[in-house]
C-alpha cells in the first residue's frame, strides 16, 4: 500500500468556536422538513411493512435526500445493545432472542421499496456466539436473491476482535465493509468504553487485506472534545489500515444523558478536513456538519466501480 502523503491540517489559527448556547444549534445545521415524492412512497410503505429504519429512529436530518436517491439503513439484531456508548441513544442493557424470519423480512422490504442502496447495521450483540455475525451474512445473501443489482453495504460491530466473525462476513460478499472509528484514541474510554482504538483499526485492515475488492469505510464524529491535529491522527491511522472511503460529521447530542458537545465546527472546517482526507488518499471523501454514515452512499459506492455482478 503507497504511504500517505504529508499533509498539514489547520495550523496557525484558532478553532472557530459557536457561541456558548447550549441549547440552540447554528444556523447550519438546521435542514428543511423533507417531502419528496419519492421519500413519502417509501414512508407509506415503512409504515405498511411495520418496518423501523436507523434513519428514522436517529432522527438523521439527511432522511429526505437518501430517501429520495432510494438509499435506507435497517437495523438487524434487535434494538438493545450491550454496550453503552456516550454519544448513543441506544437502549443498554440485555438484548432479546434473535428472530430467525429477520433476513427475509428485510430482503421482502427492499423488494417491495424498490432500494437501490442498501445499509445493514446493527447494535453490538456481545451475548452471541458470532457477535451476529451470521444474520448478517444471512441478510445479504436474502437481500441478493430478491434484488440482485441492490448494493448492500454494511455496517457492522468489531465482532470483539474475532477475525472469523469477520470472515463470515466478507464471504458473503457485501458491497462495501463499513466499521467506524466514530473518535479520537484518547475519548475512546470515555465515548466508546466497551471498544478499543486499536481493535477497530485492526478490523479494517483485516478486511482490506481478505478481500482487496470490497472497499473498506469508516466514520468519524467531531465536537466530542478533540483536537484538529488528533483529528488529522486519526485521518492517517484510517488510511494506513486500508480505509478507502471516509465521513466526517459533526456529533449531536441525542439526549441530556448523553456526552455534550464540546463544539460545533463550521462548515468551512469541514470543507478544509475533506481536503486533508482527499490528499491522504482516500478514493471517496464525505465532510460537513450533517453528514453521517449513510450519506451519499449510493455515490460512495458507485465511486469505487463495485457493483456486484452475480
Request: net charge positive; hydrophobic share 35%; proline share 6%.
Amino acid at each position: 500500500m503507497t504511504a500517505p502523503v504529508s499533509v498539514p491540517l489547520i495550523r496557525g489559527r484558532r478553532p472557530q468556536a459557536v457561541p456558548p448556547q447550549r441549547d440552540r444549534k447554528p444556523a447550519w445545521l438546521r435542514v428543511r422538513a423533507p417531502g419528496s415524492p419519492e421519500y413519502l412512497r417509501l414512508k407509506r410503505l415503512m409504515r405498511d411493512l411495520n418496518l423501523r429504519t436507523v434513519c428514522e429512529e436517529a432522527m438523521c436530518p439527511n432522511i429526505g435526500e437518501c430517501w429520495h436517491h432510494g438509499t435506507a439503513t435497517f437495523m438487524i439484531l434487535g434494538d438493545i445493545c450491550t454496550r453503552s456508548c456516550g454519544y448513543c441513544n441506544v437502549i443498554h442493557g440485555r438484548p432479546k432472542s434473535t428472530d430467525s424470519d429477520e433476513a427475509q423480512r428485510v430482503a421482502h422490504a427492499v423488494g417491495q421499496l424498490e432500494l437501490q442502496h442498501v445499509v445493514v447495521t446493527s447494535v453490538d450483540r456481545d451475548d452471541l456466539a458470532d457477535g451476529g455475525a451470521s444474520v448478517f451474512a444471512q441478510t445479504i445473501h436474502a437481500i441478493r436473491k430478491i434484488r440482485a443489482r441492490c448494493r448492500v453495504e454494511v455496517l457492522i460491530p468489531d465482532f470483539s476482535g474475532r477475525r472469523e466473525h469477520l470472515d463470515v462476513v466478507l464471504n458473503a460478499r457485501p458491497s462495501i465493509l463499513n466499521h467506524n472509528i466514530e473518535t479520537i484514541e484518547r475519548l475512546y474510554r470515555v465515548a466508546r468504553p466497551g471498544g478499543q482504538y486499536r481493535r477497530a483499526l485492526e478490523l479494517l485492515t483485516r478486511a482490506a487485506a481478505s478481500n482487496p475488492r470490497v472497499p473498506t469505510k469508516s466514520g468519524l464524529m467531531l465536537g466530542l472534545g478533540e483536537s484538529l491535529s488528533e483529528v488529522e491522527t486519526t485521518l492517517r491511522d484510517l488510511r494506513s489500515a486500508g480505509c478507502g472511503i471516509v465521513t466526517i460529521g459533526q456529533y449531536l447530542r441525542p439526549s441530556a444523558a448523553n456526552l455534550p458537545v464540546s463544539r460545533y465546527y463550521t462548515p468551512g472546517e469541514f470543507d478544509e478536513l475533506g481536503r486533508v482526507a482527499t490528499a491522504l488518499g482516500f478514493g471517496h471523501v464525505e465532510s460537513g456538519p450533517l453528514v453521517r454514515s449513510s450519506y451519499h452512499a449510493h455515490e460512495q459506492s458507485e465511486s469505487f466501480d463495485h457493483r456486484p455482478r452475480f
